[in-house]
């Protein structure tokens, strides 16, 4: 379980494995790894992942296929910068929401509005994701806990302050960057509970 309060942003150093099959990332990083062991879950741009190797600034994590598949994984390259966060302790306060790692789906940048003081995004997600979205409500963006601005017909709309684009990958984003997706896991419980 995470918080969606990304730690640091952390640069792919090596990939192993066959295109669109399980692979082995090597991810160049300092402030996760103090207290990062083998075993630990790690929110790789919101996608929970296993540490396999620990080395002197780099954290190796397996990705099996179905992984690839769902998420925005498989279009990593070397280089390339990604959010990182630790496992959430239950002792520590939760300054985002609660975030599974569990990606639902990937979405599309539609639009990126720079202001005097933040951005706003605009996100496309597949369709039957939308009824989760909510005006003012949760949702993790490349594992970063945001709240809904606005949501509109096809899309919906988040506002970035200068401290989480400095500090995440969303600096790094352009208009037609795929992102990973989780809505809000309570919002599914609660239509698992109420079908029943």
Same mark, same amino acid.
Request: charged letters at 20%; glycine letters at 10%.
């Given at each position: 379980?995470?918080?969606? !309060? !990304?730690?640091?942003? $952390?640069?792919?150093?090596? /990939?192993? $494995?066959?295109?669109?099959?399980?692979? &082995?990332? &090597?991810?160049?990083?300092?402030?996760?790894?103090?207290?990062?062991?083998?075993?630990?879950?790690?929110?790789?741009?919101?996608?929970? *992942?296993?540490?396999?190797?620990?080395? #002197?600034?780099? @954290?190796?994590?397996?990705?099996?296929?179905?992984? /690839?598949?769902?998420?925005?994984?498989?279009?990593? &390259?070397?280089?390339?910068?990604?959010?990182?966060?630790?496992?959430?302790?239950? %002792?520590?306060?939760?300054?985002?929401?609660?975030?599974?790692?569990?990606?639902?789906?990937?979405?599309?940048?539609?639009? /990126?509005?720079?202001?005097? *003081?933040?951005?706003?995004?605009?996100?496309?997600?597949? #369709?039957?994701?939308?009824?989760?979205? !909510?005006?003012? $409500?949760?949702?993790? !963006? %490349?594992?970063?806990?945001?709240?809904?601005?606005?949501?509109?017909?096809?899309?919906? #709309?988040?506002?970035?302050?200068?401290?989480?684009?400095?500090?995440?990958?969303?600096?790094?984003? &352009?208009?037609?960057?795929? @992102?990973?997706?989780?809505?809000?896991?309570?919002?599914?419980?609660?239509?698992? *509970?109420? #079908?029943?």
């Amino acid at each position: 379980m995470f918080t969606g !309060i !990304i730690e640091e942003v $952390g640069s792919i150093k090596g /990939i192993e $494995g066959s295109p669109g099959g399980a692979r &082995r990332f &090597r991810i160049g990083c300092r402030t996760v790894i103090d207290d990062l062991f083998i075993g630990d879950s790690l929110s790789v741009n919101g996608v929970c *992942l296993t540490v396999v190797t620990k080395l #002197k600034g780099e @954290v190796h994590l397996e990705v099996v296929e179905e992984t /690839i598949k769902k998420t925005t994984l498989g279009s990593l &390259r070397i280089g390339d910068p990604v959010n990182l966060e630790r496992a959430a302790a239950m %002792n520590s306060r939760i300054g985002g929401h609660l975030v599974q790692g569990h990606v639902d789906a990937t979405g599309k940048v539609l639009s /990126i509005q720079k202001l005097p *003081l933040s951005w706003i995004f605009r996100f496309r997600i597949p #369709k039957q994701l939308m009824k989760y979205v !909510i005006p003012v $409500g949760s949702i993790a !963006i %490349n594992g970063v806990s945001l709240t809904v601005a606005e949501k509109l017909s096809d899309s919906f #709309k988040v506002a970035i302050i200068p401290h989480t684009f400095e500090h995440t990958v969303f600096s790094s984003l &352009r208009v037609g960057s795929s @992102v990973n997706i989780e809505v809000d896991m309570m919002a599914k419980y609660m239509e698992s *509970l109420l #079908k029943k």
